[in-house]
């Protein structure tokens, strides 16, 4: 099966800084690469992706980087706050279906 | 522009069941995919539907079947249920099947199996 595992389950941080969210992929065929935001009793909320093609990119506050030579995935959250507070998911596909990771609990501490 | 919804929101069942979960897709989305959430996981691929066809398949038992309708709506059934299918259930659209399209996920349906 594939396996697509974050380094840390649960990040704390201060209202206003930088937070950054990893996630390892281990199927070198993955192409395309999602971020979900879930906060609690909702689904899966879009906030960035990238495709493999591309090392970088920006959205509003967040920027997504990809390292295929290691197959390492990172969320960057800039000024992160209170409602950044979720956990977040990795989720990478071959072309075929969605695998997720365990997800990365975010708490910003006001 | 409506979202991706699903009813019910929560179920309570008990072993040896059967369950029907239901979902609307985005408006002007064609494909469905369900997804079964346990408790402190990221969401397991169950199955995509596609022309009122299941297109793709995860690792699930064939306890686990669905339907689309015509109109994109569709249902996931399970049978025979156990206590490990205890979980948040979610639903996702996308416009094109596969793996590559951004796919927009609704609020899930809770089930409890007791």
């Known amino acids: 099966g594939e396996s697509v595992g974050l380094h840390l389950p649960t990040l704390s941080v201060q209202e206003g800084d930088n937070s950054i969210i990893n996630c390892a992929y281990s199927?070198?065929?993955?192409?395309?690469f999602i971020w979900y935001k879930q906060e609690s009793g909702k689904g899966p909320q879009f906030i960035i992706d990238i495709r493999s093609n591309m090392d970088k990119r920006q959205g509003q506050r967040v920027t997504v980087l990809l390292n295929k030579t290691v197959k390492h995935l990172s969320l960057q959250i800039a000024a992160t706050q209170p409602g950044d507070s979720a956990v977040y998911f990795c989720?990478?596909?071959?072309?075929?279906?969605?695998?997720f990771g365990t997800g990365t609990s975010l708490t910003v501490i006001p | 522009d409506a979202g991706v919804t699903q009813s019910p929101t929560h179920l309570i069942k008990t072993r040896g069941q059967q369950v029907t979960l239901r979902c609307s897709p985005k408006s002007g989305h064609d494909t469905v995919s369900w997804y079964q959430q346990a408790l402190g996981q990221g969401p397991q691929f169950i199955f995509q539907y596609y022309e009122e066809e299941e297109r793709q398949r995860g690792n699930f038992p064939d306890r686990f079947s669905g339907h689309q309708f015509p109109n994109y709506s569709s249902e996931l059934n399970v049978n025979a249920l156990l206590l490990g299918d205890s979980a948040l259930y979610l639903c996702?659209?996308?416009?094109?099947?596969?793996?590559?399209?951004?796919?927009?996920f609704g609020p899930g349906t809770r089930l409890t199996v007791l």
């Open positions: 199927n070198s065929a993955s192409d395309y």
């Open positions: 996702a659209s996308a416009d094109a099947p596969g793996g590559h399209n951004e796919q927009f």
């Open positions: 989720a990478e596909t071959p072309g075929n279906q969605f695998y």
